[in-house]
């Protein structure tokens, strides 16, 4: 019997560190999903601020950035 209670033993922790695993993959996986996100909006956000600032100073602009 040793041995079965052995190998339910094995089973039991290899089971637990495929659970661990999983959720370690699983919120690795929505943790960048949240970074893309971010990166999204931080994108948006400053178009935004560039046509802001492009309308504000649309007049007095230097030669070196007027393309």
């Known amino acids: 019997m040793a ?3 052995t190998l339910k ?3 039991m922790t290899a089971s637990q560190v495929t659970m661990d695993k999983s959720k ?3 919120e690795i996986l929505k ?3 949240q970074i893309r ?3 999204r909006e931080i ?3 400053t178009y935004k601020i560039g046509e ?3 309308e504000l100073h649309s007049e007095n602009h ?3 950035y007027e393309d």
Do not use: G, V
Request: no cysteine; charged share 40%.
């Open 3 to 5: 041995f079965f209670d």
């Open 9 to 11: 033993q094995n089973l």
């Open 24 to 26: 370690n993959t699983a």
């Open 31 to 33: 943790l960048k999903d």
């Open 37 to 39: 996100q971010d990166k």
């Open 43 to 45: 994108r948006s956000a």
């Open 52 to 54: 802001i600032y492009r």
């Open 62 to 64: 230097e030669e070196a």
